[in-house]
């Protein structure tokens, strides 16, 4: 084996690797979001997740930039452990494809008209048209088509160079005994896996496995441990994926390795078995390109039908192995980077994060008024976890939503974008209020404090009033319901009246030494508490409605609708003041 030999060997591998990321770029770039998309909303079911990780992983050319993607959708809390588990199975699948395009440089059509199909005569009209195409057409995706279509024939050029590197090797005594040594199953698994593990593609092993098969050399026997350790060691790149990231990401970054091992070490103990008892003589045959895709092909349907029946136990298992710690629970999730580029995917990421927010701050206040009626350390120490993690929401969704304006955005992309940055502070801002009450609550208890009757009555009904208009606010947030979202104001307008009517009723029963000065103190902070979170309730309603009809000026849509006043306003207005005014 010469030097230049070498030298021809390592250029190949390098055009072969540096093809395959071209043609899986341009191919997502020529899907776009949509692959991604598809991917996250359509695998809810088992049979779906392994179909479209198959699609998808078929598509992009890389089972581990898949699995990758979908760590990334459990780790920012878009998918469910399950989910993740199918679409992996089903990118350990979708990944053989790449063998079957790599045969096309083995087609033998040296004369007649098979010569049309040869692979310098594809490589040649590809390598064409892909630069007609990035060079000379204008339109966008004619120039991704003609990216993909140079990648592939860098591929088909990197494979021909490797081919004839290779193609004496097998006079070599020394490659022959390497080969031979291949063989011993566990050895060969081993290589297979380190191989993979270096090059960081399962795809790329195995073009090379194929390039080096036309030296002659190889046998099935060879070939079947290393193609299984191949399939095992495509999954460090999802395991380094796990650095930094929550308790279901790095779950999520488990199943792969997971999978692999334990499919691979069923089927080959039950193909090595059954050769022990049948001994299968097809062993010594010689395993050229067309050979290794079909053995890959077979091997990793096999490994995906062995499993498939046990999504559940694979998702107790990484749950098991991964414990949660207590206080994981109450941290926010993480905002997946990798998204910023994939702006409908970072939309959707936001919109849940934020969701989750509002939730967490609805359950601060709901939780902080119940200590009114019965105080507990345990509710306390609940309000104050939950505005806490709020505030956690808030300055990483904050900071990720300005990451995200600067991408190019669609229409409805762009007002969720808006309408997340106008509410994020106003969700922060009900539950600072919420912690309030519960410390007003806890001051209550510690001072043994007690309302007058009258005082006890009002503050009921304006509790349950401002209850109210947190569920509707927020409900029509979740929901993206603007017409909800138009009887926030209404109630907001009663609210405000019944707290300075409170203040008011406060002033008079001081004065005749019904209620005395320091529960005084506590009730006014109370209602100007339940004010504020009116307030930013009524915020969220208004940015909702504003943004709806393609315009944004809170505080003159909020004057307008209080001086106008409209039928249907007055119509919402006098319900809750049926419901909620005190004599």
Not at 134 to 149: M, P, R, Y
Not at 163 to 177: D, H, P, Q
Not at 539 to 564: P, S
């Amino acid at each position: 084996m010469s030097f230049l030999t070498v030298i021809n060997l390592l250029g190949g591998i390098a055009l072969f690797l540096f093809g395959m990321k071209l043609m899986g770029d341009g191919m997502k770039k020529v899907a776009g979001n949509r692959l991604e998309l598809i991917l996250y909303r359509l695998s809810n079911t088992t049979p779906k997740g392994v179909l479209l990780g198959t699609g998808v992983t078929a598509v992009i050319q890389s089972s581990s930039a898949t699995s990758v993607m979908v760590v990334g959708f459990v780790n920012s809390g878009m998918m469910k452990l399950r989910q993740a588990v199918s679409v992996i199975l089903g990118a350990i699948l979708g990944t053989s494809i790449t063998g079957w395009i790599v045969c096309l440089n083995y087609i033998d059509g040296a004369s007649g008209a098979g010569s049309v199909f040869s692979s310098a005569v594809l490589t040649g009209v590809v390598a064409t048209v892909g630069i007609i195409l990035s060079l000379f057409v204008k339109k966008q995706t004619a120039k991704q088509l003609g990216g993909i279509l140079m990648g592939f024939a860098v591929l088909m050029y990197g494979l021909s160079a490797m081919s004839s590197a290779v193609s004496s090797f097998g006079e070599a005594e020394g490659f022959r005994a390497v080969l031979t040594s291949l063989s011993n199953p566990a050895l060969g698994v081993l290589v297979g896996i380190v191989f993979t593990a270096v090059l960081q593609s399962a795809s790329a092993a195995v073009g090379i496995i194929q390039a080096l098969s036309v030296s002659g050399s190889m046998s099935v026997e060879t070939v079947i441990p290393l193609l299984l350790g191949v399939a095992v060691g495509a999954s460090v790149p999802v395991l380094l994926s796990a650095l930094g990231a929550t308790v279901n990401g790095k779950r999520a970054s488990l199943i792969y390795p997971i999978i692999t091992s334990l499919s691979a070490a069923a089927c080959g103990a039950v193909f090595y078995i059954c050769n022990a008892i049948f001994d299968f003589g097809f062993l010594d045959m010689a395993a050229d390109p067309f050979v290794i895709a079909l053995l890959n092909s077979i091997i990793r349907f096999a490994m995906v039908i062995v499993l498939f029946p046990f999504t559940d136990v694979i998702e107790a298992l990484v749950t098991s192995l991964v414990k949660q710690k207590k206080d994981d629970a109450d941290d926010a999730p993480l905002l997946e980077e990798m998204f910023i580029s994939h702006p409908a995917l970072a939309v959707d990421q936001s919109r849940s994060a934020i969701a989750e927010m509002a939730d967490r701050s609805k359950k601060a206040l709901h939780s902080a008024t119940g200590l009114l009626d019965e105080y507990s350390s345990e509710t306390f120490d609940q309000v104050a976890k939950l505005e806490a993690s709020v505030d956690k929401y808030e300055d990483g969704l904050g900071t990720y939503l300005v990451k995200l304006t600067g991408r190019d955005l669609s229409v409805r992309q762009n007002k969720d974008i808006s309408l997340f940055l106008h509410t994020l502070s106003d969700f922060e801002r009900i539950s600072d209020h919420a912690l309030n009450v519960a410390e007003s609550a806890k001051e209550i208890k510690d001072k043994k404090l007690t309302f007058s009757e009258g005082a006890h009555e009002e503050m009921a009904v304006i509790r349950d009033a401002v209850l109210e208009i947190v569920d509707l606010a927020i409900g029509a947030f979740l929901d993206g319901d603007v017409e909800t979202a138009k009887k926030v104001e209404p109630l907001e307008e009663l609210i405000d009246e019944l707290c300075d009517k409170s203040k008011l009723r406060h002033i008079e029963r001081l004065q005749t030494g019904e209620c005395t000065i320091v529960p005084g103190f506590v009730l006014n902070d109370l209602l100007t508490d339940f004010e504020r979170v009116s307030d930013h309730c009524s915020n969220v309603a208004a940015a909702m409605i504003e943004l709806e009809a393609d315009e944004f000026d809170t505080h003159r849509y909020l004057g307008a609708v209080k001086q106008k006043r409209s039928e249907e306003f007055e119509r919402y207005y006098q319900a809750y003041r049926e419901k909620y005014d005190f004599e």
